[in-house]
């Protein structure tokens, strides 16, 4: 089992920056391809941003590309999303998730196994 931890969401203007944490527990969490998605009010959950286990392999999103950055620190169990440039369109909760299968598409929620509770960014115009 694997209990992911989102934390550093906030209330922002457009234009600034924020920088969400996930930490995970278990010790395989060096093995996981660990991704961000996000799911704004009425909308259905979309892919941001993922990593591969070694931090070798980074995948995003057109809409982020060039203003987000993930990043991990297996030392730490832990996986960022440095959002800077935040538009209101970003506005959504943003939710960790592990994927345990490094062949599965990154991009899709369904290679997943283990996801977060969410954590809140709203970003105000």
């Known amino acids: 089992q694997v209990q992911l931890v989102e934390s550093g969401g906030g209330l922002v203007q457009a234009g600034a920056s924020l920088k969400l944490s996930c930490a995970a527990s278990?010790?395989?969490?060096?093995?996981?391809?660990m991704g961000w998605f996000r799911q704004a009010p009425g909308k259905e959950r979309e892919f941001v941003a993922a990593?591969?286990?070694?931090?070798?392999?980074?995948y995003y999103a057109d809409s982020v590309k060039g203003r987000f950055t993930i990043s991990r620190d297996n030392a730490k169990s832990t996986v960022y999303l440095q959002m800077n440039s935040l538009k209101p369109e970003d506005t959504a909760v943003y939710y960790c998730?592990?994927?345990?299968?490094?062949?599965?598409?990154?991009?899709?929620?369904?290679?997943?196994?283990?996801w977060g509770q969410g954590t809140q960014v709203t970003v105000s115009s």
């Open positions: 998730a592990a994927n345990t299968n490094s062949r599965r598409a990154p991009e899709s929620s369904s290679s997943y196994e283990y």
């Open positions: 278990g010790r395989a969490f060096s093995r996981y391809v």
């Open positions: 990593i591969s286990w070694s931090g070798g392999s980074l």
